[in-house]
């Protein structure tokens, strides 16, 4: 299942990789010009209306808030006892799934090569990493710092809501608005990471900050999460949107956990989950792991196009990849006068 897409076979960029898929590699077509119904169609139909990261999101926020959340009652004061459990809970859902992720495809090699995009395994060793091996460095910060700033972004919002310093919209009240909600929420995390990402691209914060998370160059499920504290705060802070846009508990819970969550989803290294040689869960992101091996390039995602506008889009190709390494060249160039 190895791609066969291009035709130069001794390309170098194409041999850096086990597996691509089909390229060139296509932003939403809701910003594509002229604005094409059937293709804006299938991208959220893709999205939303197959078993999918999305709907899984939507079902696990409404279990969690009906069967295990603490209410707004109890929220509206600050206590321990709710916190913790807040803090419980989140703490072992990254773990189930990073975990599982990793345990699956990295740790046991269950599907084996199929679907990977590096041909590199994960880095056993090495003094770059905190605690001397790259699952371990990233299981640190993910389970530390990262748990502890998704923890705190969902208590100050729940607080929040329950003293009327955010406002709540109940689906009594507007459930059409609600639902394009859901649909709108991973594209408001889209636009907001790209200028967060970008931001601590930054050489000052680059060197002091994001090169945590750039110590992985080929990435794993627990790689999603691992960042500096600061960088987790600027990460999880797309989420104070709903202290001017109103919002429902759950739609904070699919907002936090999307974002958490699918940080491990999308850096698992795969394409896809295969069962039976079908692809059943669509996982990793080629267009994510070229920004990981190559830096200066796809610094958002593929819902909102701000890479194509600003130069730094990064379609998967052989051609895209030329004008990468030209871009490298001048600012090389201008940093030698």
């Known amino acids: ?142 389970l530390t710092s990262g748990v502890f700033f998704w923890t705190a972004f969902e208590v100050l919002m729940f607080w929040a809501m329950a003293n009327g310093f955010a406002p709540i919209l109940w689906w009594a009240e507007n459930p059409v608005w609600l639902v394009a909600m859901f649909v709108l929420t991973p594209m408001w995390i889209s636009f907001h ?53 109103a919002s429902h508990p759950i739609l904070i819970l699919y907002h936090m956990q999307n974002q958490a969550l699918t940080a491990a989803t999308s850096h698992t290294g795969f394409d896809a989950l295969l069962v039976k040689d079908k692809r059943t869960l669509e996982l990793g992101n080629f267009h994510h792991q070229m920004h990981h091996r190559y830096f200066e390039c796809n610094y958002g995602t593929l819902e909102v196009p701000w890479d194509k506008l600003f130069g730094s889009f990064h379609d998967g190709t052989s051609e895209s990849h030329q004008k990468l390494l030209e871009r490298r060249q001048k600012t090389m160039a201008k940093a030698d006068q």
């Open 1 to 142: 299942m190895t791609d066969t897409s291009t035709s130069n076979k001794d390309d170098r960029f194409t041999r850096q990789w086990n597996y691509r898929p089909d390229v060139p590699i296509n932003t939403s077509p809701l910003f594509q010009w002229p604005l094409n119904p059937i293709g804006v169609a299938r991208w959220f139909g893709a999205r939303w209306f197959v078993f999918g990261e999305n709907l899984i999101l939507v079902a696990l926020a409404s279990l969690i808030w009906f069967y295990f959340h603490p209410t707004l009652e109890q929220t509206e004061t600050l206590e321990i006892s709710w916190i913790t459990k807040i803090y419980a809970g989140n703490f072992l859902l990254i773990a189930i799934v990073a975990g599982g992720l990793h345990f699956f495809f990295h740790s046991r090699k269950f599907q084996g090569n199929e679907l990977k995009f590096d041909p590199r395994e994960i880095v056993s060793k090495g003094r770059m990493f905190t605690l001397g091996s790259q699952l371990k460095d990233n299981m640190f910060w993910t």
């Open 193 to 245: 990471f790209y200028w967060i990402h970008r931001l601590i691209h930054c050489p000052p914060l680059y060197k002091s900050v994001h090169s945590l998370h750039h110590r992985n160059t080929n990435i794993g499920p627990w790689s999603g999460l691992s960042m500096h504290p600061v960088e987790h705060l600027l990460y999880f802070s797309s989420i104070l949107i709903h202290f001017i846009v």
